[in-house]
């Protein structure tokens, strides 16, 4: 038995040898649960090159709007410039699935980051050149969410090929925990060389750190599974049944059989539908996407209104929601391969009481209490989120199914178009806080009637 998304050994191979192999290939780094992962070569350049993506990408977070609003003083185009990134992203979400289930992986991925280096340098080109206008950042963050949608299923799914069943959960919970270190610090990096260096620095920096995560992927390989994945994969399939046993090993996988078009987005569609759990996984995930995500696009709104405050406190929250992200990242990071489905309606149950209790405060170091659990609960729901769909899902299929995961943050953006309505109907508070009730109530309905996810191992 052989992961289908891994080099496959002689044929004449039998498991003992395999097993027999494995301690030759396993690093001699001590061997701690939190960090697991990190004892695999090929993650440890993964984790490397995700550091450097992530760096560019949340500086650019802070410094895209800026210049926006600093070139044309309108929040309409700043608005206009996300609208921009998320449209081309919900277009070619399922056609970067097909690409990320047809194609090599990490070429995709690599191609994808170079073209998003060539568009950052571009722009930095263009201040230095003082010809930057607001169309080509709309071109630019236009072509930015289109690459995004190509490369990102492409992007979760090398996970799974990298460290294989038995370390994926402590894979993902490393790389949310690398995502909340950046995003934690990273902005206010980049506001710093904003003053520092100027605009223009900073774009040549976030072009540099993108090629840095291109060179970072060459020395990832895949993965070659072992003894102990496979009886990873019979303990976690007599845990909870046949029918929910994880697929990571399953065999049967296509993926050099070439693109087919819309045979291809059919085949995703009819799987998906078909297959209970990842159906009930991919509703559940995008209802608190929904539900949970508007409140950051609110935050500033929110600190201004209710808490009386600026982008100091502002920064503060953010920094504490950072904070608890990172714990949450971490404890699942730690967890093993059981009880998954709970703790994922655990968190989701945890982010939606700590949204009530941040709409109802209106004390400042009270909130940054709350955005500590808000941190906490997302960053478990997110990871977890990702597991689960990945460790239950066809290889086959899987960069299909995580396209239609990752096309929810798209229409995060829609969502918040609906919160914003809201909440110039009734206020904030109600918008939000209504939103918060909404993920309460179905998190428990999840604990309570659907045991389809909650006994998810």
Do not use: C
Not at 167 to 178: E, F, P, Q, T, V
Not at 354 to 376: K, P, R, Y
Not at 387 to 392: D, E, K
Not at 397 to 418: D, H, I, K, N, P
């Amino acid at each position: 038995m052989r992961a289908p998304w891994s080099p496959a050994p002689a044929a004449s191979t039998p498991v003992g040898e395999v097993e027999a192999a494995a301690p030759a290939r396993r690093s001699r780094m001590p061997s701690v649960r939190t960090f697991e992962a990190l004892n695999s070569r090929s993650f440890r350049w993964f984790f490397v090159a995700m550091l450097a993506q992530f760096s560019s990408m949340h500086m650019q977070m802070l410094v895209n709007p800026w210049l926006v609003f600093d070139i044309t003083g309108s929040y309409a185009r700043v608005g206009a410039i996300s609208l921009a990134s998320a449209i081309p992203g919900l277009i070619l979400g399922f056609p970067g699935g097909v690409v990320a289930d047809r194609a090599p992986k990490k070429i995709v991925v690599q191609i994808g980051q170079a073209v998003n280096a060539f568009g950052t340098l571009g722009i930095a080109v263009l201040l230095t050149l003082d010809m930057l206008t607001f169309t080509h950042l709309m071109l630019v963050s236009a072509l930015q969410g289109g690459v995004f949608a190509i490369m990102g299923p492409a992007r979760q799914a090398m996970i799974p090929e990298i460290v294989g069943p038995r370390r994926l959960s402590n894979a993902i919970g490393l790389n949310m925990a690398g995502l909340n270190v950046t995003r934690m610090g990273v902005p206010a990096l980049g506001g710093f060389l904003l003053v520092l260096i100027g605009p223009a620095g900073v774009y040549y920096l976030m072009g540099v750190l993108i090629l840095i995560a291109v060179a970072g992927l060459t020395p990832v390989t895949k993965h070659v599974p072992t003894a102990e994945d496979i009886e990873e994969e019979r303990a976690l399939a007599a845990a909870a049944g046949t029918d929910q046993a994880p697929r990571m090993l399953a065999a049967g996988h296509g993926g050099g059989s070439g693109a087919r078009g819309l045979s291809d987005i059919r085949d995703g569609i009819r799987y998906m539908r078909g297959d209970p759990v990842v159906l009930a996984l991919l509703w559940i995930n995008f209802f608190i996407v929904l539900m949970s995500m508007p409140y950051m696009q609110m935050l500033a709104g929110f600190v201004k209104e209710v808490l009386h405050g600026g982008p100091e406190q502002i920064g503060f929250l953010i920094s504490a929601t950072g904070i608890g992200a990172l714990a949450g990242s971490l404890v699942v990071a730690s967890m093993p391969n059981r009880g998954r489905g709970k703790v994922f309606l655990v968190s989701a149950l945890i982010l939606g009481v700590a949204l009530v209790g941040f709409v109802i405060s209106t004390s400042l170091w009270l909130t940054a209490a709350i955005m500590l659990a808000v941190g906490f609960g997302q960053a478990g729901r997110m990871s977890l989120g990702s597991i689960l769909i990945m460790s239950y899902t066809k290889p086959e299929f899987q960069g299909r199914v995580m396209s239609v995961y990752m096309m929810e943050f798209s229409l995060v953006s829609f969502g918040t178009f609906a919160v914003g309505i809201l909440a110039e109907m009734v206020g904030i508070q109600w918008a939000i806080g209504s939103t918060a009730a909404a993920l309460v109530i179905v998190s428990i309905y999840g604990l309570l009637l659907m045991p389809r996810v909650r006994d998810l191992p």
